[in-house]
């Protein structure tokens, strides 16, 4: 079955700290990567997507995301964080046989210490 | 403005009585999707519905949930003799065609506690 797995469900930084998210799917197949932020109370916003060509993708917000194939990984980075960056963050895959419904990870929590 | 307009933005129902999730996607979205969030657990595929069709419920419980998004109004998630279990967000995204490039936009949610 196809699944996102995100390895960290809870993270502390200070501010200026340098972040990386983990994120690993399971599907052989072609596949759309994302990564979505919720902040508290919010709904989803999509921070970046990777569909295909260069595998280093930037967001929003000073965001980016490496896929790398052949590790089926797609880690979420930012060289460092802020306090507003404190939110839940969600790593989702559409698949080409998922029936166009997006997969999501179980989430990782961000605090971030002012 | 999230686009996506869900309602009630929380709702509280005693066990037994039934809930109905309201969601209005986006304008020229014809696609709709509900998604369930359990506390410290991810979003949950539940139904994809176009207008008047459900494409793919292998997400919805068996019993007591059904999902509707009729020719005119927004897509109805629907739960009967609700539940403490029932209790979670649940979101509806939409998008303008089921492709896979097309990354979904979400509602702010609906809270449902069940007392």
């Known amino acids: 079955a196809q699944s996102v797995s995100q390895h960290n469900h809870h993270v502390i930084l200070s501010e200026a700290a340098s972040l990386e998210l983990g994120c690993n799917y399971s599907y052989g197949g072609t596949v759309n990567l994302f990564w979505y932020v919720q902040y508290p109370g919010q709904h989803l916003q999509l921070l970046l997507k990777y569909f295909s060509g260069d595998p280093l993708v930037k967001g929003i917000k000073g965001f980016e995301a490496e896929f790398i194939k052949s590790k089926f990984s797609f880690n979420l980075r930012k060289p460092s964080v802020q306090w507003s960056d404190t939110a839940e963050y969600f790593c989702a895959v559409i698949t080409n046989t998922g029936g166009f419904k997006t997969i999501f990870g179980a989430g990782t929590r961000l605090f971030v210490k002012a | 403005n999230a686009g996506v307009m869900q309602n009630p933005r929380h709702l509280v129902r005693r066990r037994g009585q039934e809930a109905r999730l309201r969601c209005s996607p986006m304008k020229g979205h014809s696609h709709v999707y509900w998604y369930r969030q359990l506390p410290e657990e991810g979003l949950k595929f539940m139904v994809y519905l176009q207008k008047e069709n459900i494409i793919d419920e292998s997400g919805m419980p068996k019993e007591r949930f059904s999902a509707e998004f009729p020719k005119e109004g927004p897509s109805i998630l629907r739960i009967q003799q609700v539940v403490r279990g029932d209790s979670a967000a649940y979101f509806c995204?939409?998008?303008?065609?089921?492709?896979?490039?097309?990354?979904?936009?979400f509602g702010d949610g609906t809270r449902l506690s069940i007392l």
């Open positions: 995204a939409s998008s303008p065609s089921p492709q896979r490039n097309q990354p979904q936009h």
